[in-house]
């Protein structure tokens, strides 16, 4: 599988996610830097953390207007897996590829500390190798995670399964201690509704090898492996067996 | 032409900035200050004929990039 790594200037986890990508995994994989209209032959695409143009304004608030986005978002509407981890999922955010907006911090801390996630969902290409209700430690770094929407849209949310992360303790329970920034019902992950666009602020990829203190998030990578190898057909992929893979 | 753009967020959503130095004004004495909510403000120099047209293109802007009208609003003053 070839995984394309998208580089705004200000991106700081770029280089973690596509060690993860190539060394863990053994996967093809391509920085790609912002400036540039194509992704190439990716089969998947990840916007990785940091602060991208210094969060100047808003978190990707001006990244969401890189040259390489009408790209991305056009490989989502053709149902290609994209990944947001914490600024990349801020700017998908701005770019209304998913719905809703950050907000500071409730306690405007910047909280930077491993946590405990429960997978809501699993039928997302970033999930599908987990267990439903399975808790990861993965760690947190951000000073606006908090996550909102209008009460109206939380509940479409909710109701169509599209919650894929949500902050718990590390028994697994939803307790106000474990919400580390506000997160409107301590969500910490969506997708969209076709359920290809991913977007979290958890860290998957600062925490899948052990001499970092977790191999949890690991889930999320391996997960994209076992939808590709479910959904592709050769090297071409199959969007009918891709959507029965997801709505199964 | 100027146009004055001012960003806030909408009445619906907490601000924990704003909340934050509401409490350090009534820390300092100030206790008739019921609420604070904080935003931005932007300068923006428009070459444009005449106001009406330097706030159609203000507004666009705020609605494009300046805002983020899922917690935002804006309001804006044009000069001469």
């Known amino acids: ?93 701005e770019a209304g590829m998913l719905p809703g907006a950050m907000l500071r911090n409730r306690q405007l801390q910047f909280r930077c500390e491993f946590l405990h996630v429960r997978v809501e969902q699993t039928n997302t290409p970033f999930t599908v190798a987990s267990r439903a209700g399975q808790i990861i430690k993965v760690p947190i770094a951000h000073g606006d ?29 939803v ?39 977790s191999t ?11 939808w590709g190898r479910e959904s592709f057909n050769g090297d071409t992929l199959t969007m009918a067996t891709a959507s029965a893979v997801l709505n199964k | 032409m100027q146009a004055r753009v001012f960003v806030t967020l909408k009445p619906s959503v907490f601000d924990p900035q704003g909340t934050t130095v509401a409490e350090a004004l009534h820390t300092l004495g100030y206790n008739a200050v019921r609420d604070v909510r904080q935003g931005k403000y932007f300068e923006l120099e428009i070459d444009a004929p005449n106001a009406e047209e330097a706030r159609r293109l203000a507004a666009d802007a705020a609605h494009k990039l300046l805002s983020n009208p899922v917690i935002e609003s804006y309001r804006i003053e044009v000069t001469s």
């Open chain 1, 1 to 93: 599988m070839k995984i394309a790594i998208v580089v705004f200037p200000g991106s700081n986890c770029d280089h973690d996610t596509y060690h993860v990508a190539k060394e863990v995994l053994g996967q093809d994989a391509e920085l790609i830097w912002h400036k540039e209209t194509s992704l190439g032959r990716a089969d998947a695409v990840i916007l990785p953390g940091g602060f991208a143009h210094g969060d100047y304004l808003r978190t990707g608030a001006i990244a969401r207007f890189s040259p390489i986005m009408p790209a991305v978002a056009k490989f989502a509407a053709a149902g290609g897996p994209v990944l947001g981890i914490c600024n990349g999922f801020q700017v998908l955010l």
């Open chain 1, 175 to 213: 307790t106000e201690g474990s919400n580390p920034n506000g997160s409107v019902n301590h969500i910490a992950g969506i997708c969209n509704e076709a359920r290809n666009v991913v977007g979290l602020m958890p860290h998957p990829e600062r925490a899948c090898e052990s001499a970092i203190g």
């Open chain 1, 145 to 173: 995670g908090n996550y909102y929407a209008e009460p109206d849209v939380i509940e479409r949310l909710e109701r169509n399964r599209q919650v894929v992360f949500r902050y718990v303790s590390s028994s697994g329970e």
């Open chain 1, 216 to 226: 949890d998030g690991l889930v999320v990578f391996q997960s994209l492996l076992k």
